[in-house]
């Protein structure tokens, strides 16, 4: 099982930033993975682990702002797609020439 954690969180006020930062910090010291801006997930072992996992969220969510979980099977989570775009060409020639063999 697999906890995905969305979070809209206000940034107006220096109070508001600390307040973001001390949670996006609690949720890298806690193993969740970021995905993308704002979008974090965690492997859960088990259902109870998971109940756990978001209780604890719930305990250490900033005072104001949106925090919501979504708990999806590892075989949903896996079938994710990503869709990137074209990085943008800004000169530099990609080679073997720093490549570091260990």
Do not use: H, W
């Amino acid at each position: 099982m697999r906890l995905v954690v969305f979070f809209d969180l206000p940034i107006e006020t220096a109070a508001q930033r600390k307040e973001y930062r001390l949670f996006r910090k609690y949720l890298l010291r806690n193993g969740y993975l970021m995905i993308q801006e704002s979008v974090y997930s965690k492997l859960a072992i088990d259902g109870k682990m998971a109940n756990t996992l978001i209780q604890r969220l719930a305990q250490n969510r900033p005072p104001e702002g949106l925090v919501q979980v979504l708990q999806v099977t590892e075989k949903q989570y896996a079938s994710m797609v990503s869709i990137v775009g074209d990085a943008p060409d800004d000169g530099t020639v990609v080679n073997t020439d720093t490549l570091v063999v260990l």
